[in-house]
């Protein structure tokens, strides 16, 4: 009884949390437009304060437990908060500046999307390219003229912290005046947060889950959960490593009986480091197998949303995997290619593809055309295949407009997880060294 009274305390202190900060950022954008060039001094001074208080903390951590990582997100706000105080007369210049900065970098990837889309020869790739020609146009007065375009800076900041605070506003709504859970399927336009914000939100979410078993003499971890009995109709898997390329994560599906995943897995075909090549498609029959691959070969912890579809979405959901498969034509790993005396060399190949075809005996495809026969890290990838299947249900979980992040959809998933009148309906924690067991 006490369980489940804290459960429900939980469950209103998370309801009135996601009211609270759809408010602030609701207030927040509107702050921007009033101050149109310049943030108050007190609120300046408020972010070097909180900085630092931040930073302290995460250095103070260290001393149970060191690490060069910690190290570096402690010593992090503190730069900040220093360069703030240091720069504080030209706080909205520097702001005008970074902003410029980050809006650039989306333009690039935009550029570099187009460029592979062109070469596919992808329909509608010119709408890639005006919008990135759009974006240059955003970025390129802040980068330049930062100190004459704060306006421009703060009106973006505004519009959007609006924008995204009225997204959170929609989904405290139907939390606190539930309506009939199929109504949540109506699309709508979803308002992500910036990609440096969530790309490493699954990393977090793994360092305090390696915490919990550190501590936990079972291996088994509880978190809340509110209880639908009912097994999900589609999972998504968010995949995460504690170093390198896998803390920023990997998204696939799970839907009836099959794992279906997308990826960089010929590795033949790679350039620029990885980032680009060949875009392949697997699909998996068996679940449990797949997980313990990738816990074993690479490490991964998985994040499993199981999510409540009804039987249109169901149909849709169909429909969309049998349209995308009109699409492939089989592709072989080198492994295959060396049992069939095809691939001839001294040592059994033990690529990513191989070692997936052996411990699941993956079917595997790559695409004769669409956007999704070159995968680009951050566009076309795990995310954007995952994410074209599931907006077949009207679902929008991620912004298939700018840069594709595993985090974005771990931040959608955990938000839903977490409110009652939720379209997911379970979470399922699958730690590299032990599976963490929750209630569905």
Excluded at 47 to 60: D, N, Q
Excluded at 223 to 233: A, G, L, N, Q, Y
Excluded at 296 to 302: C, N, V
Excluded at 380 to 392: E, P
């Amino acid at each position: 009884m006490e369980k489940i009274e804290g459960k429900l305390v939980r469950q209103y202190i998370g309801v009135g949390s996601l009211g609270f900060t759809a408010l602030l950022y609701i207030i927040s954008g509107i702050s921007f437009l009033i101050w149109k060039t310049e943030i108050p001094k007190i609120v300046r001074l408020i972010i070097f304060g909180y900085s630092m208080v931040m930073g302290i903390t995460g250095l103070l951590g260290c001393l149970n437990n060191f690490s060069f990582s910690k190290v570096i997100r402690g010593v992090m706000p503190i730069v900040f908060g220093i360069t703030i105080l240091a720069f504080i007369n030209q706080f909205s210049t520097l702001y005008a500046l970074f902003l410029g900065i980050y809006i650039l970098i989306i333009a690039i990837v935009k550029t570099i999307d187009y460029v592979i889309q062109r070469s596919n020869k992808t329909p509608g790739r010119s709408m890639v390219l005006l919008s990135a020609i759009v974006i240059y146009l955003f970025a390129l007065p802040l980068l330049f003229a930062p100190g004459i375009n704060q306006r421009r800076a703060f009106l973006i900041t505004g519009i959007f912290c609006i924008f995204y605070g009225f997204s959170l506003l929609g989904d405290f709504i139907v939390e606190v005046a539930p309506i009939k859970q199929t109504n949540r399927f109506k699309k709508r336009i979803r308002v992500n947060l910036p990609v440096f914000m969530t790309m490493l939100m699954p990393k977090k979410a793994i360092s305090y889950i390696n915490n919990l078993v550190a501590v936990d003499d079972d291996g088994v971890i509880e978190e809340d959960s509110f209880k639908v009995d009912k097994i999900p109709d589609i999972e998504i898997f968010v995949h995460v490593t504690e170093k390198g390329f896998g803390t920023i994560g990997h998204a696939d599906l799970y839907f009836e009986g099959k794992v279906y995943c997308y990826g960089n897995y010929d590795f033949q075909s790679t350039k620029l480091f990885g980032s680009i090549g060949d875009g392949v498609l697997f699909t998996a029959n068996n679940r449990d197998e797949y997980i313990k691959f990738c816990a074993k070969a690479t490490g991964d912890s998985i994040f499993a949303f199981g999510l409540s579809l009804t039987d249109k979405q169901k149909q849709a959901i169909r429909d969309r995997l049998s349209e995308l498969f009109t699409h492939v034509y089989p592709w072989e790993s080198l492994y295959q290619k060396y049992e069939e005396g095809k691939y001839q060399s001294e040592t059994v190949p033990n690529d990513y593809a191989s070692e997936l075809y052996k411990a699941t005996h993956a079917s595997m495809y790559k695409f004769k055309d669409t956007s999704f026969k070159t995968y680009f890290v951050l566009t076309t990838n795990c995310v954007k295949l995952s994410d074209y299947v599931i907006r077949a249900t009207g679902i929008a979980a991620a912004n298939p407009n700018g840069i594709m992040s595993p985090g974005s959809y771990y931040d959608y998933l955990n938000e839903q997880y977490r409110l009652k009148n939720s379209i997911v309906i379970s979470k399922q924690t699958y730690h590299h060294s032990v599976e963490i067991e929750h209630e569905k």
